[in-house]
Structure formats: structure tokens, C-alpha cells
């Protein structure tokens, strides 16, 4: 006899973007955004890198592209065009501009200049 493995039950899915269903519990998937290349200086084009959940994850995924903590410009690294694919390749979520803004004003995390470092 051929033992059937039991149907998934189907739920009710009200995760926010970045969880998953894993077995019996959600987990929530890292959270760090990078937006487009399009800021210029000195000679290159630069991307944002920010979190909407938490600077250790933001602060953890810039030092796995060996980009140093004094780059940390209170909420975002300034990251060069030529590792953005580098941090997508590491988990980092390719947004917009403004999708990047949203979320990390949204999140809470956003700091105004002069407002300090963590």
C-alpha cells in the first residue's frame, strides 16, 4: 500500500512581505534594501543600503561586502554601483528610491541629519 502524504492546509496568509511560513511558525526574512545607482560623486554612480527592520542586519550585510562601519551615515550606507549586485547576491532586496524611502520611514528607523548615530 502507498501511504499519502497529508494536503497541506491552506491559510489564511497575512505575513508582511519578507516572512515565510516555515513548518508551524513565520519567520521573518532580512529586511535590507538597496535602491538604484543614480547618485553621482566623485566620478561613480552610489545606491543606498538601509534596513527596515534593524541596523545589526544593515550593519552585518555592509560588513559582509567589507564596506567599513565610519561609512555608516546614521541610517544608510552610500554603497558604489559596482557592489550592488554583490549585496543583492548577499539577500539585500533591489527597490526603488522612493519604495526605500517609504519603508524605512515607515519602519522607524529613518534619521534626519543631526539627529546622531546609533
Not at 15 to 41: K, N, Q, Y
Request: hydrophobic share 35%; proline share 6%.
Amino acid at each position: 500500500m502507498h501511504s499519502r502524504q497529508p494536503t497541506p492546509q491552506i491559510r489564511n496568509d497575512t505575513r508582511s512581505r519578507g516572512e515565510e511560513w516555515v513548518g508551524h511558525c513565520t519567520i521573518v526574512a532580512m529586511a535590507v534594501l538597496v535602491d538604484e545607482p543614480i547618485w553621482p560623486f566623485r566620478d561613480r554612480l552610489w545606491c543606498h543600503l538601509v534596513s527596515d527592520t534593524s541596523y545589526d542586519e544593515l550593519h552585518e550585510l555592509a560588513s559582509r561586502l567589507r564596506i567599513p562601519l565610519r561609512g555608516f551615515q546614521g541610517d544608510h550606507y552610500d554603497v558604489p554601483a559596482e557592489l550592488r549586485d554583490a549585496a543583492i547576491a548577499l539577500g539585500a532586496q533591489p527597490v526603488s528610491g522612493r519604495e526605500l524611502i517609504t519603508r524605512l520611514r515607515a519602519s522607524g528607523l529613518r534619521r534626519r541629519k543631526g539627529e546622531g548615530h546609533e
